[in-house]
């Protein structure tokens, strides 16, 4: 099945990839394997004392950990730029998620990731989580390059139940709708039959079927295997899991981290319990913790590397290029993307990136930037999407009621530790010369984002170059899609389920016009 395994491992808001290779000149048979908001101190290599992950500590220890790989704050952002290989503000996608019943996608003149692995001959599939649009069936997944999917289109979904719950913002009731789809082609269809099924294991025969049934000496295969774990399900059971997963880890009192597998949502934020001690913040928010994700490769291929924990920064959109090289594809056919090819890097046949910078997100709607160059870091109007509640650094809760899990340094190669939060210095991400909500950060000495360098005159110059590229990515942006959400997609008019409500594939205009 996979005799030789070339892996890739990055727990996303992350990812996890085997690339397995039958010869030498043979094109890899990849599996993607994404998991859905796992925080930085959700996995034992990066120290965590409470979270047991023993087969991905093992790996990481035989391949190179990737201390500096970040993705975008949110789900749909994140995903279009993996399928894209290029930043969310080039397209429309970089303020918000897409909502179920919101008539938004990718826009369909862009080639997805699949699209062009099946271009040099790959045979694609999907299993999981979509979250880039339904309104229309050329949305879909297996309109945008996948043979088949099984799996939900919306951002979030009951383990047990399948249903999706969404609606308009403020609108109530709450729209309810099976969200379970097995596609084939141009064959949509629903799935009824694996109600009180657990998810994770509904979706992982799927992909033990697709896997044990592909013929590998025809073509070589691609299979998107986007996991819901550890989102939560709902507002009302947000964290689910089977009675055994409980049972196996009961040492954990909390029953919110209990439940969840991981989490990148701390301290109760959004009904989850996760943990990206010491970095700062939250999903949602620009500051490490929002952005900065466990990641690791593993594999034969990697063998010049083996052992090491790499800084070379490195960015989701990345993956589209890399993996086009990988195939054997020419990176420049694909364009003007944003990501570039990471392959010689993990490879060790070239030791410098040919990524100084990061583009965290341009907001217009809420005059929000976030941008990494080099070691600096700017952020302007840190609070767009949720106020300074969670800005801060939470550890995990420990292995007794009411106590925190105690974190020591040193324990991992790839640990990041900063020490104790300092008290004699102000912690906001604010300028009292502009009055502004801005900071500087210098991220490799200071991860955790203790110190704002923005008033300070020595780095006067760091903040002229930092906001020349901002300036230079406000030139490149289109103005966020927004549609409002369509009433026509309210599940009780398609008997309960979500899915494509319209025959009209034109995304609609911002009822509020331009930003």
């Known amino acids: 099945m996979f005799p030789m395994m070339r892996l890739l491992a990055l727990p996303l808001l992350f990812i996890f990839l085997v690339l397995q290779i039958d010869c030498e000149n043979a094109k890899p048979n990849i599996l993607f394997i994404l998991a859905d908001d796992l925080g930085w101190n959700d996995i034992g290599f990066h120290g965590s004392q409470q979270i047991k992950t023993p087969t991905l500590d093992a790996l990481s220890k035989e391949g190179v950990i990737l201390n500096n790989y970040y993705s975008l704050p949110l789900c749909s952002p994140s995903r279009s730029a993996l399928m894209t290989g290029r930043y969310p503000i080039t397209y429309g996608l970089q303020y918000f998620i897409i909502q179920a019943g919101q008539p938004v996608g990718v826009p369909l003149k862009y080639q997805l990731l699949p699209e062009h692995l099946n271009s040099l001959g790959y045979e694609s599939h999907m299993v999981g989580k979509w979250h880039l649009g339904c309104f229309h069936q050329n949305y879909t997944p297996t309109y945008r390059g996948f043979s088949s999917f099984l799996g939900y289109y919306g951002g979030q979904s009951d383990y047990f139940d399948h249903r999706t719950q969404d609606a308009a913002m403020g609108v109530l009731p709450l729209w309810w709708g099976l969200d379970l789809h097995m596609n084939e082609g141009s064959n949509l269809s629903d799935v009824h039959s ?10 992982t025969k799927r992909a033990k079927e697709i896997i044990s ?3 590998f000496t025809s073509k070589p295969l691609f299979l998107y295997f986007s996991l819901s774990n550890v989102h939560i399900a709902n507002s009302f059971d ?3 899991a089977p009675e055994d997963a409980e049972t196996h880890f009961k040492n954990i009192w909390h029953p919110l981290r209990r439940n969840s597998d991981n989490g990148g949502q701390p301290n ?5 319990w996760g943990s990206n001690f010491p970095l700062r913040g939250a999903k949602g928010y620009y500051f490490e913790g929002g952005v900065r994700v466990p990641a690791f490769v593993w594999g034969k291929m990697f063998k010049n590397r083996s052992g090491q924990v790499s800084n070379d920064l490195t960015f989701i959109s990345d993956w589209l290029p890399t993996l086009y090289e990988a195939a054997g594809g020419n990176v420049e056919s694909l364009g003007d993307i944003d990501g570039y090819s990471m392959l010689d890097v993990l490879t060790g046949k070239n030791k410098t990136s040919p990524r100084m910078e990061i583009l965290h997100n341009i907001d217009p709607i809420a005059n929000t930037k976030a941008i990494r160059v080099g070691k600096y870091k ?3 109007n840190p609070y767009n999407l949720h106020d300074a509640t969670y800005d801060y650094w939470f550890d995990a809760p420990g292995d007794l009621p009411y106590t925190r899990e105690t974190m020591r340094p040193n324990t991992t190669s790839s640990q990041v530790w900063c ?3 300092p008290t004699n210095v102000d912690l906001t991400c604010h300028s009292k010369i502009t009055g502004l909500q801005e900071c500087i950060y210098d991220i490799e000495n200071d991860p955790c984002e203790y110190y704002n360098l923005i008033d300070d005159p020595n780095y006067r110059g760091v903040k002229e ?6 300036a230079y990515w406000e030139s490149k942006q289109v103005n966020p899609m927004m549609p409002a959400i369509d009433y026509g997609s309210n599940p009780r008019y398609r008997n309960w389920i979500w899915g494509p409500w319209t025959n009209d594939p034109q995304i609609p205009p911002n009822p509020k016009g331009e930003f």
């Open 419 to 421: 020490g104790s939060i």
């Open 213 to 215: 049934k592909h013929n």
């Open 238 to 240: 947000p964290v689910q």
């Open 465 to 470: 170059l930092l906001l020349e590229r901002v």
């Open 268 to 272: 109760g934020f959004n009904g989850n």
């Open 378 to 380: 700017y952020i302007l």
């Open 194 to 203: 694996d109600f009180g099924e657990y998810s994770t294991r509904l979706y």
